[in-house]
């Protein structure tokens, strides 16, 4: 089989684990080509989410009924998204180069405004709230960016060679996904095929990083109360769950609608309730060729 990354690429080192679907629905689906990145609930709109679409520049919201529109079109393209207290936020930028810009989204009247800019971001990618501020990865650079909404300043806040690529030259990201959860704070590195975690109070993070997970390909990823980790493994076609004890399950497959999952979000209003964005397989198409981008809604065991 022809390697899909080329044949001087190697896809991550990833322990498939065993293959348990829960209950999945197809929400909503766009044209083969379509690269969905990142979710996030829309506040103003209960039940639906924000989506992010890299590859046209714009933030679709999706309702419960499947209905998707255009909220904001973009000159640059958008990655990562968050909804917090104060809003819902997004990070906007030319993939690979400087001048990479943190918006805040307004979907009721579908605009957004320029918060600030982040000059240590070449390559935006996850997007979290730790409760005090935002944290942005930077997939080209390796290091997590800390924002103050208030300031309206950013700052390299995390940089450490784990969260680089060991071979620059691959189309996988590095460090990728962040999710904040009990004082950690959690990422990928798609690459390396490691997820990672630090302390999100700690005043010298790059000391203090530690590997949590090996041989684990994760994208983006969010975390459920009881400390079940969920993963998008993008490339390999799946969404795992990592539980606390270590037990590792892939909840949901390509028969589930999501090749080329990029990115997970629990349902704050429902906790059974998990969706996943997906590109159809477009990094790494499954047999059978690149699939529609999907939305997609898993009912978790509980």
Request: a negative charge; hydrophobic letters at 40%.
């Amino acid at each position: 089989m022809t390697n899909p990354l080329g044949p001087d690429f190697a896809l991550p080192a990833h322990d498939t684990p065993r293959l348990r679907p829960v209950h999945s629905a197809i929400v909503a689906e766009w044209p083969e080509g379509t690269f969905l990145e990142n979710l996030a609930p829309a506040p103003t709109h209960p039940g639906s989410w924000l989506v992010t679409i890299t590859s046209d520049n714009r933030i679709d919201r999706v309702d419960p009924d499947g209905k998707h529109d255009t909220v904001v079109e973009l000159p640059n393209t958008v990655t990562g998204i968050a909804t917090t207290d104060l809003g819902t936020f997004f990070l906007t930028g030319l993939l690979g180069a400087p001048g990479w810009q943190l918006a805040r989204l307004d979907d009721s009247v579908a605009g957004h405004a320029i918060v600030c800019d982040i000059p240590d971001l070449v390559l935006g990618n996850g997007l979290t709230w730790d409760g005090h501020r935002l944290l942005a990865v930077d997939s080209g650079l390796g290091h997590v960016v800390a924002i103050d909404l208030v300031a309206r300043t950013s700052s390299v806040w995390l940089a450490h060679e784990l969260l680089t690529k060991l071979n620059p030259d691959t189309p996988l990201p590095g460090a990728n996904g962040i999710a904040v959860h009990q004082g950690w704070v959690y990422l990928t590195n798609s690459e390396r095929a490691q997820l990672l975690r630090c302390p999100v109070a700690s005043h010298s993070p790059s000391g203090e990083l530690e590997v949590a997970a090996e041989r684990l390909a994760g994208d983006d990823l969010d975390i459920d109360p009881q400390g079940r980790i969920y993963l998008a493994t993008h490339v390999h076609h799946s969404v795992l769950r990592l539980d606390p004890s270590g037990h590792r399950e892939d909840i949901a497959g390509i028969d589930q609608g999501v090749a080329g999952s990029t990115s997970v979000a629990l349902d704050p209003q429902d906790p059974t309730a998990l969706y996943v964005t997906s590109t159809g397989g477009l990094l790494s198409p499954p047999e059978g060729g690149v699939q529609p981008a999907r939305l997609v809604q898993l009912t978790l065991d509980q």
